[in-house]
């Protein structure tokens, strides 16, 4: 091979990004070593920090660097609600798109017990608690409609009924602006089945 | 927004990679925040390194920690050829092809008077120093074929010649194994043009 030793590592090292195959590796590594050395070692440093510090909420599980993080300690939230998600990613499209005033709670997963995730896992024993111990009037679930999404999705319900708290689940059907004959068919046959009178 | 303080920032990081927008360096934060911390410092660490240690080889211009690359430094190599090519990737790709076993000059760009990139950017004068204090017989230009490629080809033919070195253009054409219909007329007319009596 033609690398020199360090430049064959670094690419090497930037392969544990997600997508990212020899050939793109090479590719950031010519890219940051001729445009961009400034960037990069910010980019090592913001990484080196990240790693060390961002921990998990205590209350809802979310990557935090506080102990607690901004959303739960937001006391103008309505904690009467809590909207239950599989990731950090759910969390941020949420917070993007309307007007949900109340908390979450983030599994950071669903249930897989093939792959040894169970309630312990997914922190569920924490939400059981808050459960237990917060004024929570609805559980609202939007955990994927995947089959072990909906695993999860019912474990939760009964966990909340349990504790006597009601539970909603997200609507699932045709996008808005959605063409009818691009929608995949299970999503079509959910919103036939779950058609509401008018 | 919903990301903590120190996660906006990692995001906002990433996305110095070149490909990255704002959505592939979210899910490259989460990926690498769930799944493989140890991977990201290890990177940070690699990133580093590299950028501060990695600089060019003094007689090529290739990516080297060493203050020779190990290909110039190689006694082996036939000295009396030299493939002059735009970026250190395409030495990689030459190098993983076949038999060549001469050197190479990495240029490292290719002229573009707009951007003030011009013969001392490109190294020429190390260039020319070359050809009047070693014995190279030879010069394989494999610049690309865009005009500017095309150009700095031209003023690093016009050199060698005054240094008494000749010159030679790797073949362009039709790649081996290609579907004429599947051919960009540029090439196939330059194919046509440059055709072989056999």
């Known amino acids: ?6 430049l064959q590592q670094l690419i090497d090292a ?10 793109s590796a090479q590719r950031m590594a010519f890219y940051l070593l001729e445009r961009d050395r400034k960037g990069a070692v910010h980019m090592a440093d913001k990484l080196q920090e990240a790693m060390q510090r961002i921990g998990h909420c205590a209350i809802c599980r979310n990557f935090s660097e506080e102990k607690i993080c901004a959303l739960c300690a937001n006391k103008k939230r309505d904690s009467s609600q ?20 109340g908390l979450y709670f983030v599994l950071m997963g669903h249930l897989s017990p093939l792959d040894g995730i169970g ?5 569920l024993n924490i939400l059981a608690e808050r459960f237990k111990q917060e004024d929570i009037k609805e559980v609202i679930l939007a955990t994927g409609t995947t ?42 046959s959910h919103a036939m089945n779950e058609r509401k009178s008018v």
């Open 1 to 6: 091979m033609s690398y020199s030793p360090l």
């Open 14 to 23: 930037l392969r544990c990004l997600p997508g990212v195959g020899a050939k």
């Open 147 to 188: 089959v072990e999404g909906e695993a999860t999705a019912h474990y939760i319900t009964e966990m909340a009924r349990g504790n006597g708290v009601s539970v909603s689940r997200i609507a699932y059907g045709v996008p808005l602006g959605g063409e009818l004959d691009l929608i995949d068919s299970g999503t079509l």
């Open 119 to 123: 309630p312990a896992e997914l922190g």
């Open 82 to 101: 809590l909207c239950v998600v599989e990731t950090p990613a759910d969390v941020v499209a949420l917070e993007q798109s309307v007007g949900y005033r």
